[in-house]
């Protein structure tokens, strides 16, 4: 089928990627993560190595140990909740960014990706950002 309507523009959008993207820290805050992903497993008598291995073939090791059986779904929180619970204090502000940012598209028109929590993601824009504008995301 060809597409034979018109497609009448909408207006403008702004996605961002978080991780080392929206800030830059030669990926400290990954590293904390993955840190705290191993602290987690090793808990569960998984290897750091066999945490890795299940990222690698999974996508991600929550999704790894969901599709193999060693958490349960109901764990998903806690999982989450503890290898997010980092020290963000490396994640500099950036006032020239804050600038940009608020100079592109109204709140409702920004979004952030990551593969981590909307809690993360929050964490992250509030260093970033000036305290005036973090409730703006």
Not at 94 to 122: M, N
């Amino acid at each position: 089928l060809a597409f034979t309507g018109t497609m009448a523009h909408t207006g403008h959008w702004v996605f961002f990627d978080c991780d080392d993207c929206l800030y830059m820290n030669n990926w400290k805050t990954a590293s904390k993560i993955t840190q705290a992903i191993s602290t987690y497993t090793e808990q569960l008598g998984i290897s750091k190595e066999r945490s890795y291995d299940l990222y690698k073939k999974h996508g991600t090791c929550l999704k790894g140990m969901l599709a193999e059986g060693i958490i349960e779904q109901q764990r998903v929180e806690d999982y989450l909740e503890k290898v997010h619970d980092i020290d963000y204090s490396d994640i500099a502000a950036d006032a020239p960014l804050c600038d940009i940012l608020g100079k592109c598209v109204t709140k409702d028109r920004r979004y952030v990706f990551t593969a981590s929590t909307k809690e993360h993601a929050s964490r992250c824009i509030a260093k970033v950002l000036s305290p005036s504008t973090v409730d703006d995301y």
